[in-house]
Nanobody, 126 residues
Framework: QVQLVESGGGLVEAGGSLRLSCAASGRTFSTNPMGWFRQAPGKERELVAAISGSGDSTYYADSVKGRFTIFRDNAKNTVYLQMNSLKPQDTAVYYC???????????????????WGQGTQVTVSS
């Protein structure tokens, strides 16, 4: 059974940092595109960052560009989201997603992802 388990969320003051982890089990995702999405109360789920299956291409939403970094450790079958200079508007539940098929591209739409984690809450206080 494939599982994606997020961790690292929590409460942080504005300007602080958090590192989210997404550990995959049940199969390897070392060549699969992966992404981080978030959903704030009353808002639609949105892509935060995506990484290609090869790990050499990344995409960031404009709202997080320059502050967040997505990277992967294939030996650990884990993808990370380093979040710096956090703002109250970053408050949301953050979800990890993985595509079933391998590929060198990244994907920006949720419809292209096949596996999802349960989410981890990130709260940024002002």
């Amino acid at each position: 059974q494939v599982q994606l388990v997020e961790s690292g969320g929590g409460l942080v003051e504005a300007g602080g940092s958090l590192r989210l982890s997404c550990a995959a089990s049940g199969r390897t995702f070392s060549t699969n595109p992966m992404g981080w999405f978030r959903q704030a109360p009353g808002k639609e789920r949105e892509l935060v960052a995506a990484i290609s299956g090869s790990g050499d291409s990344t995409y960031y939403a404009d709202s997080v560009k320059g502050r967040f970094t997505i990277f992967r450790d294939n030996a650990k079958n884990t993808v990370y989201l380093q979040m710096n200079s956090l703002k109250p508007q970053d408050t949301a539940v953050y979800y990890c997603a993985a595509r079933a098929a391998s590929g060198r591209a990244y994907y920006t739409r949720s419809m292209y992802y096949d596996y999802w984690g349960q989410g981890t809450q990130v709260t940024v206080s002002s």
